[in-house]
């Protein structure tokens, strides 16, 4: 588990900005890794959060698309639908 804080954004257009959470990666044949997490709904977002895809921008550098699996009032669950590039 890896805390993470970022961007998400929507057709390049920043939707929720500074979002804090974690991702999880799970190891895979020939050396691949999936990756998911989720992050908190900023209580000021006061928007809707579609199933996706965004793109999840780390404030480290890396990113990568992501598709939202679960959406709660407080918290939404995504998983990465390629790799998390950057860094």
């Known amino acids: 588990m890896e805390h993470f804080r970022g961007n ?8 929720l900005e ?6 999880y990666f799970t190891a895979l044949p020939g050396g691949w890794r999936t990756w998911e997490g989720s992050f908190a709904v900023p209580a000021y977002a006061g928007i809707e959060i579609g199933d996706g895809p965004y793109r999840l921008e780390l404030e480290d550098g ?3 698309e992501i598709v939202i699996m679960r959406k709660g009032a407080e918290a939404v ?3 990465g639908t ?6």
């Open 77 to 79: 669950a995504f998983k």
């Open 82 to 87: 390629g790799l998390l590039e950057g860094h």
């Open 62 to 64: 890396r990113g990568g």
């Open 8 to 15: 998400i954004l929507d057709n390049n257009q920043v939707l």
């Open 18 to 23: 500074d979002v804090e959470g974690v991702l």
